[in-house]
């Protein structure tokens, strides 16, 4: 179980995270979530993390990506923004 500032207490199915150690959710519906996830691939790749750390952040890109397509996402600095220069494409 970790602690997140904003959504308190986070369990996680497979880990070991402590219950005082601090983590940070990202959600589907954070038009910014690909775009971050990319970069931290490119960081980790850079860093020569494991092909099996590289491989889960493509897939969880491509899962965000396809919920996306089919649900309503966000700009984090604005909920009423029309245009959405942060889509995923």
Known sequence: MGLDSKYGRVSFENGDI????PVFVFRAQDALMVPMLNSYWFMCHQVGS????????????????????????KVPTSET??????QAQ
Do not use: A, C, G
Request: charged share 45%.
């Open 18 to 21: 402590k219950e005082d150690e």
């Open 50 to 73: 494991p092909q099996e750390h590289l491989d889960k952040i493509l897939e969880t890109i491509k899962e965000i990506k396809d919920w996306q397509e089919e649900n309503t996402i």
């Open 81 to 86: 923004s029309e245009v959405n220069p942060w």
